[in-house]
């Protein structure tokens, strides 16, 4: 039977799809409706930019936040030194320490888009793990806490089975992370009282054992609560687009490029992603999700706008959709698209079309605007482009050129100053 929750944070998570697992729901939904609860979710800091992969988790702290809860986004600054296997297929890479603080930099910038940080009851603090791991000893760290996990639990674990399963390397270094992260758990109860760690499926195994480590140390409760893997309709894991990750940091990604990801998503995925990435009511986003026909591209503008207004701002979301007007239905330039400017130095005597496309993000590559040519997918100013060997001059990009690829990706180049 589906339990029924009495808080509003349960309440609202179940019925819009973000709840998975919970190491125990009743108990948790107690504590709930007994006071303010703090609860934390992890990133590792692996690029400068979050993907839209991770919205699940910043809203699930959204949702704790407008429900009276405390959340916590801890930085991984010290466990993305030692990466994560859950979900991975080989070892990561290692990343050095100035790159590591370079990606937290950018990551922090999302955060604030969606979580009132502050020293009030249930604002977030910015916690980075870099404060307590790296002052680590590592003998009092085996001592203190080694002691409460045995090989044979840890290697029982889904995320270290699949990878055994499969003959793929899992370096000592990788198997020590579930370590660092149960004693994450432990460091934010001690310090901030968290009794909730929040993550994605593949995290289940590390959540369980900082819950349990709490018990075993403190002697105090704790809870462990997942989401479920998010897929698009056609099966594909959410946070990807054919050209790449679907980043939140405009440096990353332009709105324009962001409002059209949303924007472009299959019919069947609307309803699902009214729910679980905006706020609109729940009647509503049922009603949206349900049209047909070309109604449902008035729901998906809707979906894009609202996504895009909380990631990036309701000012960027309504450019992009001018934009996106101006370029589709009336066939003009719109001013929100990605805009390539160069320098006359680097046109220099001309520059080819070849390399426009690739250099403003239409083309993967040289090889790959060519073939894009080729086949008739390429247009220069809403005109078929046919000419692989078109060169440009400063002269010509006094005025913005727009070059699109294929029917919805478009970008302008123009003469900087």
């Known amino acids: 039977m589906t339990y029924h929750p009495k808080s509003e944070f349960l309440h609202a998570i179940q019925s819009r799809g973000f709840l998975q697992d919970c190491t125990d729901l009743q108990g948790l939904d107690e504590a709930l409706t007994k006071g303010v609860v703090t609860g934390?979710?992890?990133?590792?800091?692996?690029?400068?930019?979050?993907?839209?992969?991770n919205l699940v988790q910043i809203m699930l702290l959204r949702w704790m936040q407008k429900t009276g809860h405390r959340p916590i986004t801890l930085m991984g600054g010290g466990t993305t030194?030692?990466?994560d296997p859950s979900g991975?297929?080989?070892m990561r890479k290692i990343i050095s320490v100035e790159q590591i603080n370079a990606n937290a930099d950018g990551i922090r910038k999302v955060f604030s888009r969606y979580i009132s940080y502050g020293d009030g009851p249930t604002d977030s603090p910015l916690v980075n793990n870099a404060e307590w791991l790296d002052k680590l000893g590592y003998i009092d760290f085996l001592r203190d806490i080694g002691k409460h996990f045995t090989i044979n639990r840890l290697?029982?674990?889904?995320?270290?089975?699949?990878?055994?399963d499969r003959e793929q390397a899992l370096s000592f270094i990788e198997f020590n992370y579930m370590l660092l992260q149960a004693y994450d758990y432990l460091e934010l109860h001690r310090r901030y009282g968290c009794i909730l760690q929040m993550g994605?499926?593949?995290?289940?195994?590390?959540?369980?054992?900082?819950?349990?480590?709490?018990?075993?140390?403190?002697g105090h409760e704790a809870f462990g609560l997942t989401t479920p893997l998010v897929t698009r309709a056609d099966g594909k894991k959410m946070g990807k687009s054919a050209d790449g990750a679907v980043w939140l940091n405009e440096d990353r990604m332009s709105s324009f490029d962001f409002w059209q990801w949303w924007r472009n998503i299959a019919d069947a995925d609307v309803g699902k992603f009214l729910k679980m990435f905006t706020e609109l009511p729940l009647d509503e986003c049922e009603r949206l999700g349900a049209l047909g026909g070309s109604e449902?591209?008035?729901?998906?503008?809707?979906l894009a706008n609202e996504v895009t207004g909380l990631c990036r701002g309701a000012e960027a979301a309504a450019a992009a959709e001018a934009t996106a007007r101006e370029v589709f239905e009336r066939g003009g330039v719109g001013e929100a698209l990605p805009t390539l400017e160069l320098s006359r130095d680097e046109i220099g005597e001309g520059i080819s079309v070849v390399q426009l496309l690739t250099?403003?993000?239409?083309?993967?590559?040289?090889?790959?605007?060519?073939?894009?040519?080729?086949?008739n997918g390429a247009r220069i100013d809403d005109a078929p482009l046919a000419d692989a060997g078109l060169m440009l001059t400063a002269s010509d990009l006094?005025?913005?050129?727009?070059?699109s690829a294929g029917k919805k990706r478009h970008a302008l180049v123009s003469l900087r100053g």
């Open 88 to 90: 991975k297929d080989e």
């Open 40 to 53: 934390y979710i992890g990133f590792d800091l692996t690029a400068t930019s979050l993907h839209i992969g």
């Open 398 to 403: 006094e005025s913005p050129i727009k070059l």
């Open 359 to 375: 250099r403003a993000g239409l083309a993967g590559s040289g090889k790959e605007a060519k073939r894009l040519i080729a086949d």
């Open 296 to 302: 449902i591209n008035a729901a998906k503008v809707i």
């Open 81 to 83: 030194k030692v990466g």
């Open 200 to 218: 994605g499926s593949d995290q289940w195994g590390n959540i369980v054992s900082g819950a349990d480590l709490i018990r075993r140390v403190e």
């Open 155 to 164: 290697l029982a674990f889904e995320s270290v089975k699949s990878r055994l």
